[in-house]
């Protein structure tokens, strides 16, 4: 039924965006800084984007780690970590993060953003948007347990 046939308020559109937290052999996680001229520019994210129509969220996100770092890596490399559910203003965002830890090549900006490899518990001192905050504690209990 829709929010409008049960009588309730139509809410936000939900928007899908998948995420990545990539890991390198020390426990560091790759972050981007958005850039100017885009919503929510100068916070750091994970690695990822829109999920488009058609496309699998694994797809997509293979996808977006080629496009935005020029990395290359498969859908068994994939582990499901966590998710996101947040409402903004303007849509709920439903954001599934994977972790992935097998890649080919050198992460590079690709579309100008800066680029930094941080430990899960440094996260907290990076401005992140309001729905990453959650996640940032199942990063650390998957690569910092008991630290
Ligand atoms: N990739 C990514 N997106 C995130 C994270 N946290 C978070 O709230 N988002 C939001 C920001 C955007 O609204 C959306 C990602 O879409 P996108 O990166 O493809 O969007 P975009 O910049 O091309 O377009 P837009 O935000 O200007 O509409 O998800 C995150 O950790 N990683």
């Not at 994977?98 to 490899?117: D, H, M, S």
């Amino acid at each position: 039924m829709s929010g409008e046939a049960s009588g309730q308020a139509p809410g936000r559109r939900l928007l899908l965006v998948v995420a990545c937290a990539l890991l390198d052999a020390d426990g560091r996680v790759l972050i981007a800084q958005r850039p100017e001229g885009k919503s929510l520019a100068g916070l750091w994210e994970f690695p990822g984007g829109k999920v488009e129509a058609g496309e699998s969220p694994e797809a997509a996100l293979i996808r977006e780690l080629a496009e935005e770092l020029g990395i290359v890596t498969w859908e068994s490399c994939l582990a499901p970590l966590t998710f996101a559910s947040h409402a903004y203003e303007d849509f709920h965002l439903v954001m599934p993060l994977f972790v992935c830890r097998r890649y080919e090549g050198i992460p590079a900006a690709r579309e100008g953003q800066a680029l930094k490899w941080a430990r899960p518990k440094a996260l907290r001192d990076y401005p992140m948007p309001p729905a990453d905050a959650p996640l940032i504690a199942h990063l650390i209990d998957l690569v910092e347990p008991g630290r």
